[in-house]
């Protein structure tokens, strides 16, 4: 069973650079097949897609923050990242990491929203980022 935990961010100001951490167990990040995203809630707001890391380390963004958002991971730690830059109190959000076995997600363009949680297998219980100004 895969299970995920996500990192306590602190705080954050605007202008400054979010840093996440998803501890995956149960399987490894490079496992064939698994697709390992960064999702996100703002307040009374739907799911919204941020990007993914592959097994084979490709990635993939959402066309509307690609511009900020990078994910890495650390096979070693079993672990995958989001670095978001130069955030505003508008990405105050609850920050979900989850896994999807098979493919990766598809975001036509703009702002890739998330229909429904069971799209994806696993989810950590998020972490709550506010940004401030």
């Known amino acids: 069973q895969v299970q995920l935990q996500e990192s306590d961010p602190g705080l954050v100001k605007s202008s400054q650079t979010l840093s996440l951490t998803c501890t995956v167990s149960g399987v490894s990040v490079t496992s064939e097949r698994y697709y390992w995203s960064w999702i996100r809630q703002s307040p009374g707001k739907g799911l919204e897609w941020i990007g993914y890391?592959?097994?084979?380390?490709?990635?993939d963004y959402s066309p509307a923050l690609k511009s900020r958002a990078t994910i890495s991971r650390d096979t070693v730690k079993n672990q995958f990242a989001l670095q978001l830059t130069s955030v505003t109190p508008e990405d105050t959000a609850v920050y979900y990491c989850?896994?999807?076995?098979?493919?990766?997600?598809?975001?036509?363009?703009?702002?890739?929203?998330?229909?429904?949680?069971?799209?994806?297998?696993?989810w950590g219980q998020g972490t709550q980022v506010t940004v401030s100004s």
């Open positions: 989850a896994s999807k076995y098979g493919w990766g997600y598809y975001c036509p363009g703009g702002v890739c929203s998330v229909p429904s949680r069971s799209i994806f297998g696993s």
């Open positions: 890391i592959a097994y084979d380390a490709r990635t």
